[in-house]
């Protein structure tokens, strides 16, 4: 599989690690985690993957994102 990035090129994906666990700010997720040569990236979230938390609130100024899961509010 190849995948588009935002300057157009198309970048191989290496693998996948399925139903990989994760925390944003002690709040545990899980997804599958396409493995892509980003150098300088730990990781990035694609459309998909934020869909499915609902809406959004993006601070631009701040760089943070954040959002409601459960009964609280994620960042």
Same mark, same amino acid.
Not at 6 to 26: D, H, K, M, Q
Not at 39 to 53: E, R
């Given at each position: 599989?190849?995948?588009?990035? %935002?300057?157009?090129?198309?970048? /191989?994906?290496?693998?996948?690690?399925?139903?990989?666990?994760? %925390?944003?700010?002690?709040? /545990?997720?899980?997804?599958?985690?396409?493995?892509? /040569?980003?150098?300088?990236?730990?990781?990035?979230?694609? %459309?998909?993957?934020?869909?499915?938390?609902?809406?959004?609130?993006?601070?631009?100024? !701040?760089? %943070?994102?954040?959002?409601? !899961?459960?009964?609280?509010?994620?960042?």
């Amino acid at each position: 599989m190849k995948v588009s990035v %935002t300057n157009g090129e198309r970048l /191989p994906c290496l693998g996948v690690y399925r139903s990989a666990s994760f %925390t944003i700010n002690a709040e /545990p997720f899980t997804a599958d985690l396409f493995v892509l /040569p980003l150098a300088g990236y730990d990781i990035v979230f694609g %459309t998909q993957w934020l869909a499915s938390l609902g809406p959004i609130l993006w601070d631009f100024s !701040r760089l %943070t994102i954040g959002f409601w !899961r459960r009964d609280h509010h994620v960042e």
